[in-house]
């Protein structure tokens, strides 16, 4: 009897780059596009394993991790308007967008992805070595960043009076801190 090679993580996330437009083409567009970019999410994850590809930190994240509690010059609600919507356009919705839900269970992508995890040997030496971890931790400290600065800019944005998303929706301040307003 022969012993079966494991199914190589390439092969896997070339067949799902096959697959993507099929699936996008039978689906809204919305849709279609989340399953265009699981699909490429997951077969370059073993690049980015070994370090051939790095994730980019945007421009704005980079501030975010630098300057994260800096107050926008000159602060107006307008400013930080602008500033809240540059970092919505890098981030996940923030939990005061109706869209943000709490999900169960793992999404098709996040199975697909942990598969072709499970078929890179050694895969946390790997990332190790070739930098990957590092590049990973390095977008998630921007990401947490740019997620803590839209939240202090939204509260800063609420204390002035302004509307959202220069302030979080759905929140009022009580009578006696709108009271004691400078």
Known sequence: MRSQK??????LAAA???VSPVLAQTTEPSKARQVEEDASRMATSPL?????IKDKIPPVLLEARSATYALPSPLTCKTIFDAVDALDAELAPDLDNPETQVKSG???AEIGE???HG??????????????EKNDNEVRQAVLAGSVRRGFLKGIGLRMGCKPPAAPLGV???AAAKATKH
């Not at 078929?119 to 990957?132: D, E, F, N, Q, Y």
């Open 172 to 174: 009022t301040l009580p």
């Open 6 to 11: 494991p199914f190589p993580a390439a092969a």
């Open 48 to 52: 980015k394993d070994v370090g051939v």
């Open 114 to 116: 942990t598969v072709v």
């Open 119 to 132: 078929l890179t040997p050694m895969r946390s030496w790997v990332r190790k070595l070739s930098g990957a």
């Open 16 to 18: 799902l780059l096959l």
């Open 106 to 108: 793992m999404s098709a």
